[in-house]
């Protein structure tokens, strides 16, 4: 399996980005959920946004919540960030992440920074 991440870059506050992750690799319909984290420097790790293969049941962190949009592109099997009204604190590499089953660890892409200036 290989996910390929877009669409970071440096932008202002309150500006918006859309990322892209593209799968590949694997019979795409055997996924089972798709997610966004994000790195900010100097800190761990951590969960943004994830979404049933299936584009069902989009679930956000409460810090993008209304801001942040998941979205499954079916014709082009990958899975969409649009992201509005960023902050700087929105600052980190973002990854995509997919995984086929409920309890099985999650298939890592490459990250794409996003650097926001106030």
């Known amino acids: 399996v290989q996910l390929q991440a877009s669409g970071g870059g440096s932008v202002q506050g309150g500006a918006s980005l859309r990322l892209s992750c593209a799968a590949s690799?694997?019979?795409?319909?055997?996924?089972?959920?798709a997610a966004w984290f994000r790195q900010a420097p100097g800190k761990e790790r951590e969960y943004v946004a994830s979404?049933?293969?299936?584009?069902?049941?989009?679930h956000y962190a409460d810090s993008v919540k209304d801001r942040f949009t998941i979205s499954r592109v079916n014709t082009e099997n990958a899975v969409d960030l649009q992201m509005n009204n960023l902050k700087p604190e929105d600052t980190a590499v973002y990854y995509c992440?997919?995984?086929?089953?409920?309890?099985?660890?999650?298939?890592w892409g490459q990250g794409t920074l996003v650097t926001v200036s106030s």
């Open positions: 690799g694997r019979t795409i319909i055997s996924f089972y959920k």
């Open positions: 979404i049933a293969w299936n584009g069902r049941n989009p």
């Open positions: 992440a997919t995984t086929i089953g409920s309890h099985t660890p999650w298939i």
